[in-house]
Structure formats: structure tokens, C-alpha cells
């Protein structure tokens, strides 16, 4: 009996990698009001958007370098394994049009394509877009109970607002997902926070509300296994979130974003965390912050996309 | 009797071109505030914005990469052997501060500032930002009757909205500018215009109220002599804006800007336009869309100063 | 009566620009064995292939930066008014996967897809690739009779062998059509050729065969209009083939490419002569040699396809 | 009673980070003769001089790139709490004026610049400049004595001489210090010295005069806490100044410089050293050989900063 | 009596690093048919082809580049003091003239030239290059008995074929070597394979010759020592080839390549790999894979020469 | 008879361009000492050196360059049919070694080198280092009597000093030239002149001692021709010196280069005032000011070899 291969990613062996229309990771382009929409498991999305951001704009070019660069990504994890497109039908959905010019518009958009998703049984693999993008994602993933959360991030993203009184950027969406019911923030935790601060207000309201932070010394200090064990435990069984921020990697490694801070960790330790999420419930993931203007070379964007196989595998785990 | 040379720029003979704290074409810094503030008699303004953008974002970089290119511009005009810094008291205003996640509340912020030096009767050059800068600027100008405008672009920037209904973007400010009474529709010329297009309502818009629009092939067939002397008929001896966007000139030779459009006027072309202002009732002008993380090189960014240079002299001339 | 907008471009004022699954000029993407294949009236075509290259290789990353820069087309001609995917079915037919190990093997790919592309009826317009794609797509269109050419290029491409005795390179295409009666060297012309040379060998071979070759600085002398006068007095009316290699355009414009030759036209110029062919029989039409790691900025890309925009409109006036 | 903020840097709560005029850290610019010079406690001061690069130059453009990077730096030290802003009255002082084309006349308008520093009580944190830089400061700061050394590098810059006889260059700053008896060998420690050496020169006048070489293996083996522990012990309780030559941290992660050397400390580890300076008796720092022309993206000029901010709180703690 | 110094490089402190035409470290130029040609011990020699790469090609650029970056290196080892120049008579041999049209032939014209130096008595150092290369090199090195080989990677570059039956690829090369007896495979390791996988071909056919492959995460987890231990037990006393292809290392440290994996060996540890390789019986080395026109900056031929030192070291320790 | 093809270049249908060490054209490399020194009629010299510059340094880098770029370079003029390699024996000659920390050293090492070519009776073609470096030459070739020259250019290079007296830098070569005796102004014309200017201190000067200035709007205005029969005519039929700074050449066109006025000539026009020479008794001529660290990409360089090409051919028409 022939298999249908159709949710099977292009082989390099076959044509070579530079070649043909470009989706994530080679993958069937599927969106809404596709025939075969309805089978898809997991969805890859592009949300190309920026306007939250306070300082370096870039990310609403993300999706498009991030899926140039996913060409280079093949079919089997190298350590487990795991062939994920045999795991699961994937497909690439294409992106969420946004309004770039309206804040509001746009966090209804992405809602409404997501909760569509939720609707349908399939659970998204988000590439960004700036990290106000999570926002919306949550909202329409989080409809019965409140979701836990690992963040990987070099900020904490929980500010209360920015330039008297503006409460929806990149720099507060944890805020207002917390305000909104969206996470319990006994289930969260961030990772690899670091760099000077204005303030300590951010860290104040987590500690209120019981988000607990790790910072990059602490990360550095205890390694890997150690933190992520306790990330495991923080986020428990229940439905969880994974918010992967581009800029928790060391700004070398990933220069390609806005608000880069030095000191964070290497792409061996950037791919290692995700591998260490395997066995939580995993409802949803994002690469976020990826700003190819500030690396024109696509080198982040494929670390970008080294991460997302490694967030699949860890989501099919 | 010792002359007071607080407003004459640092010389490069002095103090090497590289060196000291950048500001526009080496100026004092004399933000409102100032002592001497009240002394001024054009001002430099960057307007570090770009919340406008449908496309490319960037321009809210514009000013720093300006102001840092602005050190190569020396004290004389090479053909006319003006001295515009010793004609006029010009100085360095330093920027308008930005809500960039808030596009009503950046309008007024810009319009507020510019309000303030109109009643100082400060003639204002600014440094965008995108071209939706251009809409508060008018506001502020504008208050007391409409003024004639000569824009150089390579598109209109007379569109109704964009996405559904969105009404301030930088492809619609001069229609909001002629709904608003802030333009003479009779008195403005647009130059260079070119480009695929989506269709003619801009250019109907334009048709129907009595904007002239030149395109490109016009420019180049007639020659600037020509076109330049039918622009300055039209803008005639009223008070008059100049709107430069610096995708006017070909992308080749400003390729740091977010929509170009091929085939434009070369760089001496660009400097040229200007030269043919003079006599025009100046009232303000505007250097918009450069576009830093399109051309990191700064030769985009050169370009754009030597132009303001010119303009600088145009409203002196 | 609803209209059928399969085939036509997403619009920008409807998705951003840089949003979407990147296709050529945001037109469908219909592979051959898709539903609608049969009712394409003009194919574009990718060809990511340089393996004739002698020098800086590169262009087999070319249809992938042209399908980007691509996004910023819109739908109708600045000048003409005409709205060219109105006028036909358009669509991204993909790309041809080649072998980038074996030359031959690769010819009889490409080959083999654009003789299919005749049978169906669909005239191409290919993006490449190096200039020795232009070979195999000659050989499937000229199956009946010889065609004519317009070749904007800076070289003639007429060179009988490289390297002591290789016969299939980016130099020798034309040496090879003119000797396979795929070309009718009466109705050949090669415009814009210059640069140092390693002999007269080309040049010889065209005289004695009756191609007609303009060199740069006759281009420069005699103006666009004249020389393209007699460009379409030599193709005549019979079938004809166009092929543009970016290199004719001046490298200042057209960075991106792997042998360069300084002194061509301008991008104004590089349009105008699009614009001339009016009124051919266009068989099909390449744009080939853009190469992408010598122009990362993707300007060359974005002056491509703004040329191929005009070789499409050219095919359908 | 209201507090002076004068010595408060901008917060990007209020002005976004790439707004306004670039100063170090968005300090007030005070030059000297500005009416609360007196008042400054540490002054960032920039020296745009490269005369003594024997390889490859670019330092002189340093001090602009980093005062643009410095923009992102905020208000307290994400591990220490340290607010040094308030701990301290800090601001940017500007850039000495060298003269690029004359050693000697530099050397003096350095040396004179911070003389006056001296004389006012201002400890220097200097923003270079090649490593030549370093030698006029000492020649300021240790009009007393001797001061000891913690000095940052991949190389000692201990040389006698280059190019048959010339005395003054990035790489002999050092040797004419100790010559000149402004730094008491004893009291300096070198650390990070690595790369394919001339010969031994260098480190047999280093041992000679009782300087410790760590090279960056020894570096790599024992580990920060070790290593710098020893350095404490080395520089003691008498005056000491920090010189930290980017060209330390490994070229992957400061490409920036003129003479990298590959295998060098991470971006995590530039900044761990100087966490364990605190308690030293710090009377300057300085941060050299940041070559903007070989890392225009900016990434070298923010870890720079990002290490000055380190600097400049292990001189407050 | 004076020293023959024809064969010692120019020293940094006679001439500038920037100054004189780049020789690989600023050895003499010595081609064979030179009159010195048969004196010298180890040849350097480049190899510019890359017509084995299936995905983004460059590497035919690397030995110009390799040399360019090559004038940064000086005499003498800086940990073990080694002095290689003044140990044997090393020389620039120029490059093997690649047919870059004709893959069997260049297999056929590198052969030849390797050949030639083993009749020679010349050991070779090779530039690539892509790994094909090794190939020709193998054949001409091992005609008498198959070579034990310690292989740097991030890929075996074992497989089998490509795009349906292509034999010859930078990703076939040690296939084709077992097969033609040129490799004793229990004598063969290769270090530091990492990325996602097609499926397990290479690694099937590794283990059932005998080849021992290090995957990244075993690499990292034992560390260097313990790995190179036993890289040199599997080697043994028997001739060695050293065949480093740059994308061993970090793409980060080493962006100029083609097909790169995130997640590998930093700098300094790509130097210590080589450093361990001390007392093997090497016959020959080559570093591949570096391509150019994905670091402009050079940075990869930097640490590429910084290798290329390392391995000239190993060859003589 | 088989003729001695030594002094000819390699070809490119030989050895792939990309191949090889690269000489200036691929010409043999004969410095002073070689055996067939004596031979060489027109020699090309590199002189890395910037010290003289006064903004932003770079052109040391240069003559590295421009030797790469110079391997696309073929052996026979597009328009005259010119073999310049056939009618003379020209060779590259290397480069002098300057003292990048030692101004009067370095010019005595550049007279030195330069006046031995003229005792050889070798005519010099100079790729500098920045616009100083033709004072040594010009003290080299005008031992006699004072030399006519031919000087392209945007800026004069005629002031007295800088920096409060400082004599030599790259914008006072022809003042000294003129007060040593070094040039006839009555034979001395300058054309392309342009930019802002600090004041007329300059052109004071041409006009006092009778230099002919053509300002780029004169240039633009009366066309090449023209202007090129009058710079004929003021050089006459003495011995004259071209000297052609490549910020004559508009900065798009030529980016790599440290102090670029806007609005010059385009790449066609820079190669065309070559042509217009032919007749002139050059006696030498130079290429400078190409700054490498500001066009990575090799495109400045790669003009400026094309215009040394000209200038060669000029030489000997």
C-alpha cells in the first residue's frame, strides 16, 4: 500500500535546498481553505510583525528569512532520532496578515487565525513577529484555564507599560497575559534574564505574583539539566506554553534582533534547552524577536529554525 | 569687536571630522530650553519615527545616522559660495520624542513641538522618519492658511487608507493634508513620481482636487531646468513647504530607504531640484524616509545631508 | 457575475508586502500537475543553476531572491497603464530542479520541463540561473524553426570553448544555439557589450555569421530609441526569443552578478529598452545571473524583476 | 525637595533609546568650560585617534560608534543592584581633538586633556582610540607615582620598537611606561595574552621587569574566580588603572579591531572580569581598539559599552 | 656565515601585514618548475573549486582569501614556542588549476599535482576548496597503502549519491575513498558530526566498515582530551591524513561556509583539537569548505589560517 | 621562433580568474632584485599607506584590493583593440613598504623606491594609499624639471595645512608640489571638483599661481570632450603626470573611499576621461584614495583597476 507523503517535507537529495518556493522547513504550504487543512496536527505560522516594539524594529521580516532558512533543516533529530513529520502531519499555514499600522486591529487578527487553529485541533508553532505577538497567541490558546509558561528571553517582558502609559508592546505582553487571566504565573518561568535594567519593577510584580526568574548567572552557574529540571517541575502537567525569544541567545550568536543583551548562552546550549522540555504538555511554541535587518547574513534566522525543529520535537516528545 | 561665533559649526580644519558628539552638520545642540533657544532662526529638527510604515520599517533611525553622516558637510556653498550658517542662526533642536507604539499620540507629540517653534518663528528643516511626518509638521505650519508644497518622491502619497480603512500611514499623508485645508492643492507640484502601481486613485485624487503630478519619464525628457521653473511657477510666491523623500532619487544611490522604486534621478540630480528653489517662500522643509538599516554604509545617509545642505541654502537664497 | 481572481497578485494594500509565502509577484504558485497548469498562458519560471560559471559563481540562489524582491511589484505599468496579469494567466510555475553536480544531466532537466511548458501552450519568462540556461530553454523552443534574439548583455557569450575544450559554460551559449540551428543569426542582436577582452574570438564568430553586435559605447551614442529601432528592424517578425543578462546594466546598479563589466546603463535605461521590444513576437524571455551572495541587499534582485515586469508587459503588448 | 537629575541619564521609558543627540550612557555632555564641569566625579571621555596602528586602523572612529551603542544602556546593574548614575555624578566630557596626522602633537593634547582631569578630581573612563591611547593618560595620572595595572589584551604591547626605530605605537605603549616609570611593573598583570608570536621579546622584558604575563590558556585552565583573585593581589590597594583592549574577548564575539587573535574569552567572561575588580582602587579605565569600519553592524561598540558600564561600576563598588 | 632566509616568512615589523602581495603567511611563491621547488619540506598549496557543493557553492574562493587572512600569522607557536619555518623549508606551491566546468576533469588535474609533490618528497597543506577536494588529494597520497584519517566535520561526508546517482559531491568524498581502498577505515575517526539528518545512510555505512564517528554531543560531554585520546589511539602509528573542514567549528566563529550546523566547537577549542595532534605521522592536511561570500569580513579565513598554523604545528611536533 | 610570453598575463580561459596569487593584472611579479628587473618598461607599484589622511583612514588596504580586483581584468582595450601586455613589458613591481607610524619616513622610503624606477627608465602606474602619497612620486619623477599634470578629483588638494600647521596630509600635496617646484601650475589642471567647501584658501591659490580648476557643474555642463581637449591643451607635450583620486567618480560608483563628495561622474564617464589622454606624454600616473574598509565588496576596487586599465592604455596610445 502506497504511503501518502504528501505532509512529507522536500528531500535534499532530491532537489537541492537553494531551490523551489520556500515554506517552513519545506513543508506543504496549507493555509485555511486548503483542502487538507483539517488534517493538519501541527501548524507552522508566520506572523510578520513589529509594531509593539520600542526601540529596533525588524521582526515583521522575520517569518520570510526564517522559512528561507528552514531549507536547510532535514527530516530526523540527530540525537533521538525522531523523524517528526512521520510523528505528526505538519504543514506550513502560511502567515496571519497584519495591520502594521494599528496595534488593535492587528492583536484581533492574530487572535481570531488562532483561536481558528484551536478550533480545528491543530497546535501552532508561531514564527514571529516581536514578542507582542505571544499576546494574542494566548489568548485564543488559553480560553478554559490559564496556561503555564517556559520563557527562554533575556527580559522578563512584564512591564507595565511604556512612554506614559502605553500598554501594548513587546515589553509587556506577560503583563498583560497575567492582568488577562491567560498564564498562572505559578506555572511560569523565565529563563536567562540579564543585562542592566531601568528598573526593578518588572521583577517586583513576578515575584508578587509568583513568575520565578532565573537569571543568566544563576543559568550559567547551575547548567542546564539542573534549571531545566526545575523548569519542568515549575511547569508541571498541565497545558503549557513555550515562549522562545531569539534574544535569551548571546547576541554573537543571534545578532539579528532588536534589544540584544551580551553574556547569555552559546547555539550548543540554545538547542539543548528545548531538548530538555520533552514530556510536558506543549499546546503551542514561538521563535520570536528575529530581526533580519540586523543580520542580513541569515545566520540567526537559522539558528532561529535549528530551535523551532527542536521546540517540534520536543512538542511530538 | 569679537564676533559671536556660538552658531557657526565646528571646522574640520579644527577638530577632525570623526570626532565629537554628532550633532546636525555640527551645530550647537540648543534643544527648547536653551538660553539660547529664542536666538534661532532655522531649526534642525529629527523626527526618529516610522509608525507610519506599510512596508520596510527603518526611518525612525533616520536622525542618529543623519546627524553622524552631517560631520562631512563643510561651511560653503560650492557654486554660489553661500555661508548659510553665517547668513541665519541655525542650530541643532535635537529630536521630538516619539510614542512608537502609538501612532494618535506621536501625531500630536510632533505637531506640539512644531506648534512651539512656529510661534518662536523658528523656520524648521526637519529630518524624518517616515513620510507620515510630513501631516504634523503641516498642522503646526499650516494654521492660519493652506501652503503651497513642491515634493519630491517617488510616489504620491495621496492614498485614501491602507488594510480596510487605516487612515494615517506614510502613503496617505498629503490626502489627509488636502482634506484637512493644510495644502493648496493649486499650489502643489509632485516630482519624480514612478513605479508599478496598484491603480490611479491616488493619481485621480491628485487630477480631481488640482495637484500636478510629474512623473518620472516627464522629469527625465524635459530636463530639471524645464520642470523645476513650471514648479516654482506653480508654488508661486506664497508660503511654501518642500517635502524631500529620498526615494525621489534612484535606489541605487539611496538604497537606504524602505519602498524604492528603480529609475530615479542620480545624485547629482538630486542636489540639482534644489539649487532651482531658489526664490521660493520657504516656510519649512523636510528630508524623509532614510532608512539606516537599509544601507549601514551611510551613504544613503550622506546623500540625504548633502541635500539638506542644498535645502538649508534654498531657504536662504 | 463574480470575477475568477485566481490569477491574479495578492495585493499589498490588502497583505503587507512582507508577508506571505513568497511566489513571483505574489501570483499563484502552479506547478506542473496542479489542477490549473492547463489554463497558464505565461509561466514564470525559476532556474537555480550555475554550474556553467567559469568565474564567481552564485546564481543558483538567484530565483529564490527574485521571487522575495518580487513581493514589491505591483499590478499595473507606470507608463502604459496596462495590467499585465489582467491581460493573461499568470502564475509561478516553480522551479526546475537541477543537478548541481552534473551539466548535462541538468540541461536535459531543463530542457525537458520547458518542452513541456510548449505543449501546453505556456510561453516562459525564466528567472536564472547563469546565462547557459538560456541554452536548454532554446532547445525546447526552437524545435520547430530558429528564432530571433534580443540579448541585452555585456558580453556576446559567443566563445567556442573554455578551459582547453569545455563546450558548456556561461561564455558559449550562443556559440552552441548559433551551431544547433536553435538561433537565426540574421535576426540576432547583442546589445551593450564592452569591457577588456581576451581576444576578438567572439567577435570574429558573430561577423562571420551575420549577428549583429552594439557595443556600449555605440549604445551611448546613438541613444536608446535608435538603437532599439534597429534592434526590432533585425528581429523582424518572426519568433523571437529575449534574453537579459543583468550584467548589462552597470554594476553599480547591478551589484549582485558574477562577472561584471563596468560603464553600462543606468536602471532608468536598463527599463527603457524593455519598453522598445513592444510589438515583437515574443516566444519567451530570461533574466538571468543575479547572484545573490554579491548583492545581499537584494537591490539587484529588486531592479530584476522590475525589469521582468517589463518583459512581461512587453510580451503582451 | 526635588532632586537634581542634571547627572541623570535619559531613561528609553521616556525617550526611546534611538532618540536624541548620542552621548556616552545618555549622560549630560559637559565639556570642559560647560558651568557644572567642576561637579563631574567620572567623566567619559573619547579619544578618536588611531596614528599608532601598525596594522589595520579604524579606532579613531570609536568613540562615535560606542556613544551610539551606548544608548542601550540603562540605569542598574543587573546583579549588584548598583544604580552608578546616582552613586556617582557621571557624564560624557567629549572627545579630546587629535591631530591624525602628527604622533607627537597628539601624545600632548591627550596628556594636557587629562592633566586637567586630573586637576579637577575627575577619574577618566576613556572610550578609545587605539592601545597608543593608554600612554598619555598614564602620563597624566601617575604625575605621583607609579600605578599599578590591570591590563585586558591578547597581547602585551610591550614591544621596544617597530619598523626599524619608531617608538610610538599600539604596540609599545606599555614599554615606554614602565621606561618612563609610570607604571610600577610589579603591580601590573596582563591577562588574555595569546596569538602566534614575533618572537619573545615582549615577555622576556616582561619577566625582566617583574610583570605577570596570564596567557590565555593559563586563563582558560584555572578559571575567573582564580585568576582574578590573583589579579587583586597583584595590583593591592595602591592606584591602579584598567586598560581593557577589545581585541581580549575572542574576535567572533568583537570582531571590531584591527588585530584580532582568535580563542579569546566569550561576551560572558568580558564581562565577568570586570565584576571581579570591584574593591580594586581604580583611578581610570579605558576601552581601545574598537574599529568601527570592521564591524559597522555594532555589535563589537555595544559589548564595549556593555563592558564600560561593568568598568564603570567596579570603580563605584 | 650568514643564514639562507629564502624560505622564512616576512616579518610584521619589517613590513606592514597590509603590504606586499599575500603569499600563504608570507612564505616565498614557490610553483613548481621554481628552481627552488625541490628543496622544500611542506607545500602549501590552494585548491579554488568547488564543483562538488550541492547546496550554496564559495569555497573557490577560499584560498585567495585564506591567504589574504594569512598575512596576520607570525613565526613562533605561543604555547609551545615551536618556530615552523625555521623547523622546515615550507613554501607557497600557488594553486592547482580546477576546471570548474569539468568535475572529472579537475579530479584528474588535483591528482596530478599531488601526485607530483609525493614524488617530491613534499608534504602537502592544503587550502580548499570544497571537500571533494580531499578526494584527489587521497588518491595521489595513498597510492601504496590505505591512510588512517582524523576528520574535523560537522558532517560524515559519507553518503552514497545525490540527486538520483550523482557519485561525485563534497558530501561523497570519504565514500568513494573506502571504496577505492584509500582510507583503512579502523584507522578513520571523524569528529564533531552534528544536525538534523536526511535519514542514517552515512552513519550505517560507517559502522559496518569500522569508522568511528564522534557526534558533537559526545564531543562536548568527554571534552577535548579525552576525545583526541582516543582519536590518536584509532589513528596509531601509520600514515595520517588531517582533513578539517571549517564547518566543524561553530557557524558562529566560522559563518563562511556552506552547509553550516549550528551547535559546534568554539574557537579556542578549534585550535586545541589540533594541538592534540601532536606525534601522529601526518602526510597531509587540508582545510575546506571556507567560501568567502558568506563572510566578506574574513573572519572565517582568519581562523582558518589560525587552524592551518595549528595543523603545520602538529605536522612537525 | 617561440616568443617569451614572461610579461604577459595569465589568462582567464588558462587559469579560472578567481585562481592563482594575485598580481596587479596577473603579471609576473618582479621586484627590484628580480633578474629580469631591468626589462619591465611600465611597472606597477603598490603603496599601502593612509598616513596623510586627515577623516576616515583606509586606503593602506588598498593596493591589496585592487590586486584581486585586477585578476578580472583581460588583456585587450574594448574600443582600440589596445594590447597594452604586447606593446610594452609591464610587470608588478610590489609594494613599497611604508612606516604606518612614521609620516617623513614613509615619504622618504616612497622617493626612495620611485626614484630608482626612474633610473631603471620605468615608467610608474602607482594604486596607492591615500592622496599624499604623489608628493614622494612626484619628487621622484620631477628631479629635472617641473611636470605638467592631469589631476581628477572632487576636491584640490591645494591647502596650506591642517590642524594648526600641520604640512603633509593627503589635502596639501599639490601646495607643496607647487612650492617645491614639483609641478608648473601653468601645465597643472583639475577637474571634477566639488562639495562643500570650508572656505576659498584652496582655490585662491590655483587661481594665484595659474592651476586650472573645472568644477563638476562645468564638467557636467560643457560634456567630456570638451573639457578633455582643454586639459590637453594646458598639459601640452612636456612630461606629464595623471593623478586620478577615485572620489572623482560619484560615491555611489565608488564607495570605498574616505572623504566622497556627491553628485561626480558616473563609471562610464571615469573610464572615458581616460581615452580622451591618449597623446599626453605620461610619464606616470596613479590610482588613490581607494579605501577598501568601506566597499567590502570589492566594486570600488574593481572600478578603480578598470580606469588603471585606461590609464595604462593611455600610456602607450
Known sequence: MSEDTFFHPVSGFELPRFAGVPTFMRLPHVPPGHPRFSEVQIGLVGVPWDSGTTNRPGPR?????????????????????????????????????????DIQDSLERIAAFYSDLRTAGIRPMTAGGDHLTSLPILRA????????MVHFDSHTDLYRSYFGGTMYTHGTP?????????????????????????????????????????????????????????AREIAGTGETYVSYDI??????????????????????????????????????????????????????????????????????A
Open 174 to 230: 506577560f503583563r498583560r497575559a497575567v492582568e488577562e487571566g491567560l498564564l498562572d504565573p505559578s506555572r511560569v518561568v523565565m529563563i536567562g534574564i540579564r543585562g542592566t535594567a531601568y528598573d526593578t519593577e518588572d521583577r517586583d510584580f513576578a515575584k508578587s505574583v509568583g513568575i520565578r526568574v532565573i537569571p543568566i548567572e544563576e543559568f550559567h552557574d547551575r547548567g542546564i539539566a539542573d534549571v531545566m529540571a526545575e
Open 61 to 101: 521580516h522575520g517569518p520570510r528569512q526564517l522559512r528561507d532558512a528552514s531549507t536547510m533543516i532535514r527530516a530526523q533529530h540527530p540525537v533521538t532520532g525522531l523523524r517528526p513529520f512521520e510523528a505528526a502531519r505538519c504543514a506550513d499555514l502560511g502567515d496571519v496578515g497584519p495591520n502594521p499600522a
Open 141 to 148: 490558546l488559553a480560553k478554559d484555564e490559564p496556561l503555564g
Open 247 to 316: 534574544d535569551f541567545v548571546d547576541p554573537t550568536f543571534a545578532p539579528g534582533t532588536g534589544t540584544p543583551e551580551v553574556g547569555g548562552p552559546n547555539s550548543f546550549q540554545a538547542l539543548q534547552v528545548c531538548r530538555e522540555l520533552a514530556g510536558l504538555n506543549i499546546v503551542g511554541a514561538d521563535m520570536v524577536e528575529v530581526s533580519p535587518p540586523f543580520d542580513a547574513s541569515g545566520g540567526t534566522a537559522f539558528l532561529g529554525v535549528s530551535i523551532m525543529f527542536e521546540l517540534l520535537c520536543a512538542m511530538l
